[in-house]
């Protein structure tokens, strides 16, 4: 079932930003870099700006991304600053957007959307959704997965309530799962700086101060009271209520239902924000109800799937029990030992690969066991952690048994493609017990005196290698006690389970049930052994599952880093003891949507001449952060203006005109002496640590001269004193990034220095097929199965795959470019990585190769290459707003000169200016040439903006209009002139 398709109100509004699939944001953003720019404004929004489509006014969007910052700053302040992740600012911006709609045009919303689900293409979810009424609008849900900010957007959308006041709130709840998480949503809501409290019981526990948030569990709840406990009627909370919920479906589906009745009886008349990584598995078309009631509150999907496509976590693989025919005692010991050999090959390579897993920040390896019983039934004595007890004990005790058993797995075929760092090597027995169990000896289990549920697991008197964490610990020392095991007591040691999350924890494994992995925010799980999974426990599942594939990434990026060599320790994986447990979380796992067919996309050099020609590169040995410190100065060169004037915004048809009102700059010299010095110096300092500027420095006295020197227009005095402090700061910012950029770029320009292009490009230098690109296709939509069959075909196929084709995996063979094919962007495809060419990469592509063969005979003397310049992996230059990545790099090469070229076909719509800093760089890097010249002066280095844009289009609205021999005498070439290749050769003094 294709879900996506349902949650009309979050397509309605992917609509107004003139997309249908959440994808195509994605694709526009996802590289995007976090922050704002010289003017205050997010780089997310500048992007949003600029899509064709869009059905917002740029000042509506402007003021909702101040909004967004002034929330941000609120929730960061006590957290040392936050910023959010593109995704995160698109759910907080539909929220804001939605607010504004629901407060301020209530009945034009409404018959908005209607309109929008008269016009919807599916006539069935029509039926079944019906219009929308004023009870729809009272409800918010968020599909984010888990990992992906759940709360920080929560504390976003208390502040967006507050903004917009839809109603003064007589309680503001946050219904939570379980006491776990009520603790930790009290503990985040107040390092939030939101009035918080939790439910403790008391006759009063349930008043709450004005606009102070309770915490409390939904199992607190009941119809009518009886007796003294902890439970609260629902009728305590009269009035119109602001409720939060945090996965309100976790549990049986009659308590579900029965808890649903009571929080929809608790908000009722209020507002209900909803927050799930798990609606994936509630939601289907045998339950019309609940779809027709989250097709229409479901505002922002974020799901798994989406999140894993972005690269968010790790990798992880599930071995499908269908695939084997073992015998259920076989199975149990083969999936024990399999599930052993993979944890040793992770924390083999995590100790042989010390530097470069701290590098990327990867944690030491965990291993462990979750599941839901931890006690025998009527029927049986043995529990699931009873039997991962005591293969423990013989894989300890009997090494011939695991020797065997372990040459066994490696010779199945259902493993064949597994373990290959073990299978280059030969397993060392002694080095797993060292590396698993901490050294050999017998096997012993203590009882953690200190520690309420913990059982040690220890050998000999090595440090203890694992932990037993289960809440009925006599109980189960009885059937412990029943397999020949002595429980030793240990009154000394403290808690295990807290010591995992230390750098020097020696616990590798833990074993226990899954209620306590609820809220627990270790990021070295790395192998899971599944325990008594149960049936219609989903949401658990993908709980369970959220937690393991969490990943700090390189840099805090959140990010596995896709490199081969690290995907031993980027994959979670995930083995059972049972069948039926993998059946159970591999159904789970496909209603996430997830179960993308990876197909690697070879690609081929047709030559090596290229390998000699000069690529710029940074000196390795050289660090700004390091090597240099900046003292922040008023620059003359600098000019900086906070640009707030409105702009009138006029649609006609599908045609979005724009103009701006004349207005005064007013320099802010004036005010300097109006400011409290010592809260701005506060605000910049934690800007400065957001942005990384650690080498950065300033006295209050150097920031009150570039104040004086900055200028603010589209406001007037009375406005500017009024905003006088949030206008300062906002100034201030936008000259330190300008400052420090520019100081950046300096630096980096200085230490500029040629490689040979073949010692940077090695990947293409054997002229033989490298897998390259990587094509993700969803395996489960039955439309796409044949794309799959065909992309396998095709690229076992050398000779189709190096044709051009716009529909089968389309693709650009130009045999000027290093590299063959080149994969375009394909709306079949869920996602290219590398990304594919977009419609002005594309073209430009087309018309040069038409242009080159044409022109064979005026380029005898000189031979041509391409390269598409990567983002963060090629070649970047740091201008004053950040990074410039040209699209692509080309050198034409003679006898005595080479010209190395940066072209950058693209829309120029926020570019304009012929003082914009892309239009600018050519003159920068002629700077760059000259003071490589001592080291090839041959080599002569051009840029050009190959404007998709066109010129009528992109002077609309422009006051001092440039003429396009303006444009073009400053390397900006327009690709609607049919000749624009020739303007860009002339520029090389090549006769053509």
Same mark, same amino acid.
Request: with cysteine; aromatic share 12%; hydrophobic share 35%.
């Given at each position: 079932?294709?879900?996506?398709?349902?949650?009309?109100?979050?397509?309605?509004?992917?609509?107004?930003?003139?997309?249908?699939?959440?994808?195509?944001?994605?694709?526009?953003?996802?590289?995007?870099?976090?922050?704002?720019?010289?003017?205050?404004?997010?780089?997310?929004?500048?992007?949003?700006?600029?899509?064709?489509?869009?059905?917002?006014?740029?000042?509506?969007?402007?003021?909702?991304?101040?909004?967004?910052?002034?929330?941000?700053?609120?929730?960061?302040?006590?957290?040392?600053?936050?910023?959010?992740?593109?995704?995160?600012?698109?759910?907080?911006?539909?929220?804001?957007?939605?607010?504004?709609?629901?407060?301020?045009?209530?009945?034009?919303?409404?018959?908005?959307?209607?309109?929008?689900?008269?016009?919807?293409?599916?006539?069935?979810?029509?039926?079944?959704?019906?219009?929308?009424?004023?009870?729809?609008?009272?409800?918010?849900?968020?599909?984010?997965?888990?990992?992906?900010?759940?709360?920080?957007?929560?504390?976003?959308?208390?502040?967006?309530?507050?903004?917009?006041?839809?109603?003064?709130?007589?309680?503001?709840?946050?219904?939570?799962?379980?006491?776990?998480?009520?603790?930790?949503?009290?503990?985040?809501?107040?390092?939030?700086?939101?009035?918080?409290?939790?439910?403790?019981?008391?006759?009063?526990?349930?008043?709450?101060?004005?606009?102070?948030?309770?915490?409390?569990?939904?199992?607190?709840?009941?119809?009518?009271?009886?007796?003294?406990?902890?439970?609260?009627?629902?009728?305590?909370? @009269?009035?119109?209520?602001? /409720? $939060? %919920?945090?996965?309100?479906?976790? =549990?049986? &589906?009659?308590? +579900?239902?029965?808890?649903?009745?009571?929080?929809?009886?608790?908000?009722?008349?209020?507002?209900?924000?909803?927050?799930?990584?798990?609606?994936?598995?509630?939601?289907?078309?045998?339950?019309?109800?609940?779809?027709?009631?989250?097709?229409?509150?479901?505002?922002?999907?974020?799901?798994?799937?989406?999140?894993?496509?972005?690269?968010?976590?790790?990798?992880?693989?599930?071995?499908?029990?269908?695939?084997?025919?073992?015998?259920?005692?076989?199975?149990?010991?083969?999936?024990?030992?399999?599930?052993?050999?993979?944890?040793?090959?992770?924390?083999?390579?995590?100790?042989?690969?010390?530097?470069?897993?701290?590098?990327?920040?990867? @944690?030491?390896?965990?291993? /462990? $066991? %979750?599941?839901?019983?931890?006690? =025998?039934? &009527?029927?049986? +004595?043995?529990?699931?952690?009873?039997?991962?007890?005591?293969?423990?004990?013989?894989?300890?005790?009997?090494?011939?048994?695991?020797?065997?058993?372990?040459?066994?797995?490696?010779?199945?075929?259902?493993?064949?493609?597994?373990?290959?760092?073990?299978?280059?090597?030969?397993?060392?027995?002694?080095?797993?017990?060292?590396?698993?169990?901490?050294?050999?000896?017998?096997?012993?289990?203590?009882?953690?005196?200190?520690?309420?549920?913990?059982?040690?697991?220890?050998?000999?008197?090595?440090?203890?290698?694992?932990?037993?964490?289960?809440?009925?610990?006599?109980?189960?020392?009885?059937?412990?006690?029943?397999?020949?095991?002595?429980?030793?007591?240990?009154?000394?040691?403290?808690?295990?389970?807290?010591?995992?999350?230390?750098?020097?924890?020696?616990?590798?494994?833990?074993?226990?049930?899954?209620?306590?992995?609820?809220?627990?925010?270790?990021?070295?799980?790395?192998?899971?052994?599944?325990?008594?999974?149960?049936?219609?426990?989903?949401?658990?599942?993908?709980?369970?599952?959220?937690?393991?594939?969490?990943?700090?990434?390189?840099?805090?990026?959140?990010?596995?880093?896709?490199?081969?060599?690290?995907?031993?320790?980027?994959?979670?994986?995930?083995?059972?003891?049972?069948?039926?447990?993998?059946?159970?979380?591999?159904?789970?796992?496909?209603?996430?949507?997830?179960?993308?067919?990876?197909?690697?996309?070879?690609?081929?050099?047709?030559?090596?001449?290229?390998?000699?020609?000069?690529?710029?590169?940074?000196?390795?040995?050289?660090?700004?952060?390091?090597?240099?410190?900046?003292?922040?100065?008023?620059?003359?060169?600098?000019?900086?203006?906070?640009?707030?004037?409105?702009?009138?915004?006029?649609?006609?048809?599908?045609?979005?005109?724009?103009?701006?009102?004349?207005?005064?700059?007013?320099?802010?010299?004036?005010?300097?002496?109006?400011?409290?010095?010592?809260?701005?110096?506060?605000?910049?300092?934690?800007?400065?640590?957001?942005?990384?500027?650690?080498?950065?420095?300033?006295?209050?006295?150097?920031?009150?001269?570039?104040?004086?020197?900055?200028?603010?227009?589209?406001?007037?005095?009375?406005?500017?004193?009024?905003?006088?402090?949030?206008?300062?700061?906002?100034?201030?910012?936008?000259?330190?990034?300008?400052?420090?950029?520019?100081?950046?770029?300096?630096?980096?320009?200085?230490?500029?220095?040629?490689?040979?292009?073949?010692?940077?490009?090695?990947?293409?230098?054997?002229?033989?097929?490298?897998?390259?690109?990587?094509?993700?296709?969803?395996?489960?939509?039955?439309?796409?199965?044949?794309?799959?069959?065909?992309?396998?075909?095709?690229?076992?196929?050398?000779?189709?795959?190096?044709?051009?084709?716009?529909?089968?995996?389309?693709?650009?063979?130009?045999?000027?470019?290093?590299?063959?094919?080149?994969?375009?962007?394909?709306?079949?495809?869920?996602?290219?990585?590398?990304?594919?060419?977009?419609?002005?990469?594309?073209?430009?592509?087309?018309?040069?190769?038409?242009?080159?063969?044409?022109?064979?005979?005026?380029?005898?003397?000189?031979?041509?290459?391409?390269?598409?310049?990567?983002?963060?992996?090629?070649?970047?230059?740091?201008?004053?707003?950040?990074?410039?990545?040209?699209?692509?790099?080309?050198?034409?090469?003679?006898?005595?000169?080479?010209?190395?070229?940066?072209?950058?076909?693209?829309?120029?719509?926020?570019?304009?200016?012929?003082?914009?800093?892309?239009?600018?760089?050519?003159?920068?890097?002629?700077?760059?040439?000259?003071?490589?010249?001592?080291?090839?002066?041959?080599?002569?280095?051009?840029?050009?903006?190959?404007?998709?844009?066109?010129?009528?289009?992109?002077?609309?609205?422009?006051?001092?209009?440039?003429?396009?021999?303006?444009?073009?005498?400053?390397?900006?070439?327009?690709?609607?002139?049919?000749?624009?290749?020739?303007?860009?050769?002339?520029?090389?003094?090549?006769?053509?």
């Amino acid at each position: 079932m294709m879900l996506e398709k349902y949650l009309v109100l979050n397509k309605y509004f992917l609509s107004l930003f003139g997309v249908s699939e959440f994808k195509d944001l994605q694709n526009k953003l996802r590289d995007v870099e976090e922050g704002t720019d010289a003017q205050g404004r997010t780089y997310f929004v500048n992007v949003l700006k600029g899509l064709k489509g869009l059905k917002i006014s740029e000042n509506h969007l402007n003021r909702y991304d101040e909004n967004i910052q002034r929330y941000v700053e609120k929730v960061g302040k006590n957290r040392g600053s936050i910023s959010l992740k593109y995704f995160q600012y698109l759910a907080v911006l539909f929220t804001e957007i939605f607010l504004d709609k629901l407060k301020n045009k209530k009945e034009k919303f409404l018959y908005e959307l209607n309109q929008f689900l008269k016009n919807y293409e599916d006539e069935k979810i029509k039926t079944l959704l019906g219009d929308f009424t004023e009870q729809d609008l009272k409800k918010l849900a968020f599909w984010m997965a888990t990992g992906s900010g759940k709360t920080i957007i929560l504390h976003i959308n208390y502040y967006q309530f507050l903004n917009y006041k839809l109603f003064e709130p007589d309680n503001i709840i946050l219904i939570t799962p379980n006491e776990g998480l009520s603790k930790q949503h009290y503990e985040e809501l107040i390092k939030s700086g939101i009035p918080a409290r939790m439910y403790v019981g008391t006759s009063n526990g349930w008043r709450s101060s004005k606009n102070e948030v309770l915490v409390i569990e939904i199992t607190k709840f009941v119809e009518e009271k009886r007796g003294r406990g902890l439970t609260v009627p629902v009728d305590a909370f @009269e009035g119109r209520n602001l /409720i $939060f %919920v945090d996965e309100g479906h976790k =549990g049986k &589906k009659s308590e +579900e239902q029965k808890w649903a009745n009571l929080r929809n009886k608790i908000g009722e008349n209020g507002f209900v924000f909803e927050y799930s990584a798990t609606f994936g598995q509630i939601l289907s078309e045998k339950n019309k109800e609940t779809l027709k009631e989250y097709g229409k509150s479901i505002i922002f999907d974020y799901s798994y799937k989406y999140f894993y496509l972005d690269g968010y976590g790790k990798d992880f693989y599930v071995l499908n029990a269908k695939d084997t025919k073992l015998k259920d005692e076989d199975f149990q010991e083969t999936m024990f030992v399999a599930n052993l050999l993979s944890f040793y090959e992770q924390i083999l390579f995590y100790t042989e690969n010390l530097t470069l897993a701290k590098q990327y920040n990867i @944690e030491k390896p965990l291993w /462990i $066991f %979750v599941g839901t019983t931890v006690s =025998g039934g &009527k029927n049986s +004595e043995e529990t699931d952690i009873l039997t991962i007890t005591l293969f423990l004990r013989k894989a300890i005790e009997d090494d011939g048994w695991l020797k065997n058993k372990i040459n066994s797995v490696l010779g199945m075929d259902i493993f064949k493609d597994r373990f290959e760092l073990l299978r280059r090597r030969t397993i060392n027995i002694d080095d797993i017990y060292t590396k698993v169990f901490n050294g050999k000896g017998s096997f012993d289990i203590y009882e953690i005196k200190s520690a309420e549920g913990e059982l040690g697991l220890r050998v000999g008197d090595n440090p203890y290698f694992g932990v037993i964490n289960i809440g009925d610990v006599n109980n189960f020392k009885k059937l412990l006690a029943n397999k020949n095991f002595e429980i030793k007591q240990d009154a000394i040691s403290p808690s295990l389970f807290d010591d995992i999350k230390r750098e020097t924890s020696n616990i590798n494994i833990l074993i226990g049930s899954k209620k306590f992995i609820e809220g627990w925010d270790t990021w070295r799980v790395s192998s899971m052994g599944l325990l008594n999974i149960g049936r219609g426990e989903g949401p658990q599942i993908i709980q369970l599952f959220g937690r393991g594939v969490r990943i700090k990434g390189k840099d805090m990026s959140l990010k596995r880093s896709d490199e081969e060599k690290l995907k031993v320790l980027e994959t979670l994986n995930i083995f059972s003891i049972k069948a039926d447990y993998l059946n159970k979380f591999l159904e789970a796992i496909q209603k996430e949507e997830v179960d993308f067919e990876e197909i690697k996309v070879p690609v081929k050099s047709l030559s090596d001449e290229w390998k000699d020609l000069p690529y710029l590169v940074p000196a390795e040995d050289k660090k700004f952060v390091e090597c240099e410190t900046v003292l922040l100065k008023k620059d003359d060169k600098i000019k900086h203006v906070l640009d707030l004037t409105p702009k009138i915004t006029e649609f006609t048809g599908t045609q979005k005109e724009e103009s701006k009102i004349d207005s005064e700059e007013i320099t802010f010299d004036k005010f300097v002496d109006l400011l409290d010095w010592d809260n701005i110096d506060q605000e910049l300092y934690q800007y400065k640590r957001i942005k990384g500027y650690w080498n950065l420095l300033w006295s209050k006295q150097d920031l009150k001269e570039v104040l004086s020197a900055c200028k603010v227009k589209g406001i007037k005095e009375k406005e500017a004193l009024d905003k006088i402090h949030d206008i300062a700061v906002l100034l201030l910012k936008g000259y330190i990034e300008k400052f420090y950029n520019k100081k950046l770029g300096e630096f980096e320009r200085k230490n500029l220095t040629y490689k040979k292009a073949g010692e940077q490009l090695s990947l293409f230098l054997n002229q033989e097929p490298v897998e390259y690109y990587t094509v993700y296709v969803d395996k489960r939509d039955k439309r796409k199965q044949k794309l799959i069959q065909n992309i396998k075909s095709l690229i076992n196929n050398l000779g189709m795959l190096l044709k051009d084709d716009k529909t089968l995996l389309p693709r650009i063979c130009f045999d000027k470019h290093i590299y063959v094919p080149l994969l375009l962007d394909d709306k079949n495809i869920d996602k290219i990585s590398p990304q594919g060419l977009n419609e002005s990469e594309e073209k430009f592509i087309e018309g040069l190769r038409e242009y080159l063969q044409k022109n064979k005979e005026k380029f005898s003397d000189y031979k041509r290459f391409l390269l598409r310049n990567e983002p963060k992996s090629g070649i970047g230059f740091q201008l004053g707003w950040g990074k410039f990545y040209p699209d692509f790099i080309m050198w034409v090469k003679g006898k005595h000169e080479t010209y190395m070229v940066f072209i950058d076909p693209k829309g120029l719509m926020h570019s304009k200016d012929l003082n914009d800093e892309k239009i600018l760089f050519n003159h920068e890097l002629k700077e760059i040439e000259n003071h490589l010249k001592k080291v090839r002066p041959d080599v002569s280095l051009l840029s050009f903006i190959l404007s998709y844009t066109k010129y009528e289009d992109l002077i609309k609205g422009m006051r001092n209009i440039p003429s396009k021999e303006d444009y073009e005498q400053n390397n900006v070439i327009f690709m609607e002139d049919p000749d624009w290749c020739k303007k860009i050769f002339s520029f090389l003094l090549i006769k053509t």
